[in-house]
Every structure is written in structure tokens, then in C-alpha cells.
């Protein structure tokens, strides 16, 4: 039996869900503000922050995108995509795979941050996919120097998706491997 | 003016902080398992779940790894170390970048939830330095084909580290590059 009070920020991570059906309600900016925020929040090997943020509104483009993208389609029903990029050279030691953890800790911190705002996202994934991230660097001038992590939509949840049950006591090692 | 109140999650977000002093005091089992449940409900592309968690209390081993390891001097002080590891042979297509972005995701909700549980926790870098990757196999018995990717100390914090301002405007792209 839990004597544990369960903290709110532990609910809304434990009930986060990726988000892929939105009812088209535009998001505010305010919420964008603070989704951004929260990604900038996340932690950074020694303090070099690699990360950079492209916010789509415009409905041609992430039309377009969607056109481009197939694990995207949902970006023009959501309203909002937030392009999380990150800058090797600008991170640790111009070292790519610290730039991209820091990178997936900010996205992880968006996902967190839009699931406690009422609203829905989900990682959908360029990196590493050199088709996939050429395709969105040349629609949004990304430079060759910059890698396009994923893209995010950001609107508000239909209420179809659900999370799902992915704890595993077998993932849990106790003092050694 | 914000006419925006802000949830519990986002202010745990905004002022989560890396913990690198500890009061000593043992932390139950109770907040681990929660913790580590936090780890798991991360995302995964195609929900293939590469992570895998090492839980470290014993006194002596701590005192071993922080011996080896110059970012992890605090470990027995904590009193509780978890050691984030990913299988790149069980992520999406066996991706290495896949199974990495997994586990920061789930390292980053680790330290998310330590502060909502009011404790404190940071990440100490193993990946990509081999040396400090192969000690910590050594010591812990991982296999060669595992990544471990940080060692996380959790303990009660001292209250002497804060959260650091890191939101800068000019991370932020409107509508392209």
C-alpha cells in the first residue's frame, strides 16, 4: 500500500500520452511561451546549451510539411509544430551525441510541459533519418551545420489517445547488472 | 501580465536543479519505485523500449564508482545511485541514436520526478567517454553491447544548489531558420 501522496508533476508524467488527433482549437501564444520555457529548463552537459526552436503556425507550411512527412500527417489539425534543433559545434566539446541528449531532454520537457497545460503533443522523429531531416532543413532553411531532431505538434488532445502501459519491473537491476 | 496560472508540473520544470549536495539522509524505497516508474512512462520511437535501470545502494560500491568517476564525487553522499543503461539492439531498428534519445528522455523524467518527490538528483555523464563507460561496465558487470549512459545520484539535497536562469529568446526561431 502507497503512503505516498502522489505530487501532480509525477501524475502528468506517468499519464503524458503522444498525442495524434487534435481538435483544431488554435493554441495561445502564452502557452507557447511557457512550453518554450520549460524546454530551455532542461539540463546541458557543462552549460553549453546546443538547443535551438523553430514554432510553425503558418498553415501552408505545416501543410506542406505534413505532405513530406509520414509519421507527420496530423501537423495542420494540430495548429502548432515546434522544430527542436540542435547545434553540435555549440554543445560540450562539439560533441554531436551530447547535443543531441541535450535536445531530447528539452523535447522531453515539451511534451511534459504541453500534457500540464491541457494540451497534446507527440515526438515525431527526423533524426536520424537523413531523407527526413534534408526535407526539413531545405523547406525551413535549417543550415547543414544544424540537426532537426524531430518535430512536434502541439494543439488540443480529441481526447482519443490514451496512455499506455510501458513499466517493466525486468528493466530493474538491483546493485549490479 | 500572465493571465495563465501556471500547474505544478511547470514550475517543477522551470525550477528542477542539478543536486550535487546531499544531507545524507537515506531516500525509501517507496520514492525509487516511483521514480522509476517515472523512467519508464518516456517516449520510445515505435514503442521499442530500450532502457534498462541499475539501482546502486550499497555503501561500498557507491564509494567505489565515486572513486572512479571525477563528476560523481557525490555519490555516497546520496546515498542511492541509478545508473541509466540503453540496449541499442532493442530500440527501433537496432538505431544507437534511438535507443540514446530513449534513455535521456527516461533519465530526464528520473530527475523530474526526484524533484517533485522533493528530493534531488543530477546527471553524471558515462556516454560517449569510453573509459568512463568502461569502468562502470567493469565494476557493474554490463555487457559490451549495453550503453550505460549516466549515473544519477538521488538523495535528500542540502537546499545549497539552485535552478540557473537558461531561457534565451534567441534559441527561438519563428516560422523558419
Same mark, same amino acid.
Given at each position: 500500500m502507497s503512503t505516498l501522496a502522489i505530487p501532480e508533476t509525477l501524475s502528468v508524467i506517468l499519464e503524458r500520452k503522444s498525442v495524434r488527433t487534435y481538435t483544431g482549437q488554435p493554441v495561445g501564444e502564452e502557452h507557447i511561451k511557457w512550453i518554450l520555457q520549460a524546454a530551455m529548463a532542461a539540463p546541458a552537459a557543462v552549460h553549453k546549451f546546443p538547443w535551438?526552436? /523553430?514554432v510553425i503556425r503558418d498553415s501552408e507550411m505545416l501543410h506542406y510539411l505534413a505532405g513530406g512527412l509520414p509519421f507527420a500527417k496530423m501537423l495542420a489539425e494540430a495548429g502548432t509544430a515546434i522544430v527542436v534543433c540542435v547545434v553540435p559545434q555549440e554543445a560540450f566539446a562539439g560533441k554531436t551525441e551530447l547535443a543531441v541528449i541535450a535536445g531530447a531532454c528539452a523535447s522531453q520537457n515539451i511534451l511534459l510541459a504541453a500534457e500540464a497545460l491541457g494540451l497534446g503533443a507527440v515526438w515525431t522523429a527526423l533524426y536520424p533519418d537523413p531523407e527526413l531531416m534534408q526535407f526539413v532543413r531545405?523547406?525551413?532553411? /535549417?543550415p547543414d551545420t544544424v540537426i532537426p531532431l524531430n518535430i512536434i505538434p502541439v494543439g488540443y488532445p480529441s481526447g482519443k489517445d490514451k496512455a499506455t502501459a510501458k513499466y517493466d519491473a525486468a528493466n530493474i537491476h538491483w546493485e549490479e547488472w
Open positions: 535551438k526552436f /523553430i531545405t523547406e525551413l532553411d /535549417i
